[in-house]
């Protein structure tokens, strides 16, 4: 997260951590993040503009004023983290459309959104409501997702809590897959096996991807076998997103980048392969 300490801001500027304090308090700029134990978290791109109005005009009141018409540089999650701590959703809404100017959707979900989101501490009110900011526009987003381009269908067995940072990245993974022009179906990993042979033949997938941490090694298995029992492709390819199987034990399942724009690539990479049946 390009964010810092009240120290390193104040060393940047050439001033002292207290003199950082009575500009915010003054001026109200540069404004921090506060963390949950009350730390200020200073945007690493309003200092680096505060410094070089500094450097031009030699005079505070005027070095902020000139770095505030100047703005406060491109959407990044520090900023993102910001809005989320003051509970601002317009302000939200608007940083993520200033990164869609200079970024893909993937990149700006990679990026920019699920950082901001994770790097709240889980249990806090805003970390509730950046995790539902996050979840509704990854949604919306997922509404407007150019239809499939692709034949491979892609199943994914979602074994993440809602509103969780697993729940998040798997949304995020549905979105990269969609707008790879993938057939993608998401279902929860809490499904009995028994009745997923439906979807399964609908969908016929070329891929089973398992992610979030939820589940038993016991319960993905039984779905893993279920979903290639009902496929026609006997070479149904296995993969995990971000630790869905649990470390303890021998796996020849594939592991996926956590990043959800390199795991679309590895995934169309592996599709592309000669088919290689894994086992959980």
Do not use: Y
């Not at 001026?27 to 009350?38: C, H, I, K, V």
């Not at 994770?118 to 970390?127: N, S, T």
């Not at 997922?142 to 949304?171: C, I, K, N, T, Y």
């Not at 439906?198 to 089973?208: G, K």
């Amino acid at each position: 997260m390009s964010a810092i300490r009240t120290t390193a801001a104040a060393a940047m500027l050439g001033v002292s951590p207290s003199t950082l304090r009575s500009w915010e308090r003054r001026f109200g700029f540069p404004e921090p993040l506060r963390t949950a134990g009350g730390h200020r978290h200073f945007d690493l791109e309003q200092i680096e503009a505060l410094r070089a109005a500094l450097h031009q005009t030699g005079d505070a009141a005027a070095a902020i004023a000139v770095a505030r018409s100047r703005g406060a540089g491109p959407a990044t999650d520090a900023r993102l983290g910001q809005a989320f701590a003051a509970f601002d959703e317009p302000a939200a809404n608007r940083l993520l459309e200033e990164s869609l100017a200079l970024r893909s959707v993937e990149r700006t979900v990679a990026e920019v959104l699920l950082p901001a989101v994770c790097a709240l501490d889980a249990g806090l009110p805003e970390a509730a409501f950046a995790q539902r900011f996050a979840a509704g526009w990854l949604a919306a987003a997922m509404r407007v997702a150019p239809p499939a381009s692709r034949p491979e269908g892609v199943l994914v067995f979602d074994a993440g809590a809602p509103l969780s940072a697993d729940g998040l990245h798997a949304q995020a993974l549905e979105l990269a897959l969609r707008r790879g022009g993938l057939r993608t179906l998401v279902l929860t990993a809490a499904l009995d096996p028994e009745r997923v042979g439906r979807a399964v033949r609908a969908l016929q997938p070329r891929a089973v991807v398992l992610t979030g941490s939820g589940a038993s090694l016991d319960a993905l298995a039984r779905l893993v076998f279920a979903a290639r029992r009902a496929s026609a492709d006997a070479d149904v390819a296995v993969l995990d997103f971000r630790g869905a199987v649990p470390a303890k034990g021998a796996s020849l399942v594939e592991r996926l980048p956590d990043h959800p724009l390199a795991a679309r690539e590895a995934l169309l990479a592996r599709l592309a392969a000669p088919a290689l049946r894994a086992a959980v």
